[in-house]
């Protein structure tokens, strides 16, 4: 399972950004895929997750309402759509996958590169 996370950079707070994910070497309808989060100095946190067809979706209590979760598994990417950004969601931000949604949320196999968010105050 390979995952190449794209689309970080600098952003002022109250911004957008939009995180995208690709993903090769295996049947991406057959994983849970979501996104963690490693702030400087801080331990990696779980950000979002979106089930196999992409009905089901869970957050994180610190993004809920402005972060968004999407799939398009024609396109075997995962996206992460993140509005109203603060200064605090400074982090690098990783593409994760797994069999379930309880591994995802809290210990995925499998982990892309990272790319980094930075949200000026």
């Known amino acids: 399972v390979q995952l190449q996370a794209s689309g970080g950079g600098l952003v002022q707070a109250g911004g957008s950004l939009r995180l995208s994910c690709a993903a090769s070497?295996?049947?991406?309808?057959?994983?849970?895929m979501g996104w963690f989060r490693q702030a400087p100095g801080k331990e990696r946190e779980f950000v979002a997750a979106i089930s196999r067809g992409g009905v089901g979706t869970g957050y994180a209590d610190s993004v809920k309402g402005r972060f968004a979760i999407s799939r398009d598994n024609a396109k075997n990417t995962v996206y992460l759509q993140m509005n109203s950004l603060k200064p605090e969601d400074t982090a690098v931000y990783y593409c994760?996958?797994?069999?379930?949604?309880?591994?995802?949320?809290?210990?995925?196999?499998?982990w892309g590169q990272g790319t980094q968010v930075t949200v000026s105050s």
């Open positions: 994760v996958a797994d069999t379930s949604i309880a591994v995802v949320t809290s210990g995925p196999r499998y």
């Open positions: 070497g295996h049947t991406f309808s057959d994983y849970v």
